[in-house]
């Protein structure tokens, strides 16, 4: 069975500090693999996703992720952050020929001190 | 602006009580999902439906019932088989069911009993 983690429940970081949130998942067959932020009391909205190609991704308000097949990873990475990223941030891994539906890690809390 | 549209942000259940969160969308997707959020667990799935009148259960749907009878709205009813109902439920939709489908999500609905 699929399975994706997010090993840092929270991360601090100051403001215009490098971030980068980690995420690993395991199953064998080609992942189809996402991001997401969600403020408080809101949905959410994807930043990123990655199904095949250059394995740098770039996606919405200055995010890129990289995917590692080697290390099963798909870490989420910004230069600078700002405090309006503060946020819950969740990985998502699908697996091609299984269920559409993606499994959610349990999601990082990004804290940005000024 | 479409969208996906949760009513109401905030519900209170008494003991032995159904009740009724709301979803609708104008996006013209087909597919359309019903997560629970609690604190530290990530995004759990509870029913999804990929067309009308059909939909199919999640990991978590004892305590729980849909309809999809209009393609726009995915109303989810909590029933009193529920014994722990308070949590943060969260409605998506794509456009068709499929990993390459990135899910959009409404802002939310927060249950608590009373």
């Known amino acids: 069975a699929q399975s994706v983690t997010q090993p840092d429940i929270h991360i601090t970081v100051s403001e215009g500090a490098s971030l980068e949130l980690r995420c690993n998942y395991s199953?064998?067959?080609?992942?189809?693999l996402f991001w997401y932020v969600q403020s408080p009391g809101q949905g959410l909205q994807l930043l990123l996703k990655?199904?095949?190609?250059?394995?740098l991704v770039q996606g919405i308000k200055g995010f890129e992720a990289e995917f590692k097949r080697s290390q099963s990873s798909f870490n989420l990475r910004k230069p600078s952050v700002h405090w309006s990223d503060a946020a819950e941030y969740f990985c998502?891994?699908?697996?091609?020929?299984?269920?559409?539906?993606?499994?959610f890690g349990r999601g990082t809390s990004l804290i940005v001190h000024p | 602006d479409g969208g996906i549209t949760q009513s109401p942000k905030y519900l209170f259940r008494k003991e032995g009580q159904n009740v009724t969160l709301s979803c609708e969308q104008n996006?013209?997707?087909?597919?359309m999902y019903w997560y629970r959020q609690d604190p530290g667990q990530g995004l759990r799935l509870i029913y999804y439906?990929?067309?009308?009148?059909?939909?199919q259960k999640g990991d978590i749907a004892e305590g729980y019932s849909v309809s999809r009878e209009k393609k726009e709205s995915f109303p989810l009813t909590v029933t009193s088989a529920q014994k722990n109902p308070t949590a943060f439920y969260l409605c998506?939709?794509?456009?068709?069911?499929?990993?390459?489908?990135?899910?959009?999500f409404g802002d939310g609905t927060r249950l608590s009993i009373l």
């Open positions: 998502a891994v699908g697996q091609s020929g299984g269920s559409y539906i993606p499994t």
């Open positions: 996006l013209n997707h087909d597919a």
């Open positions: 439906s990929q067309i009308v009148n059909d939909f």
């Open positions: 998506a939709s794509s456009i068709r069911g499929g990993l390459d489908q990135p899910q959009h």
């Open positions: 990655y199904f095949s190609g250059d394995t």
């Open positions: 199953y064998g067959a080609t992942p189809y």
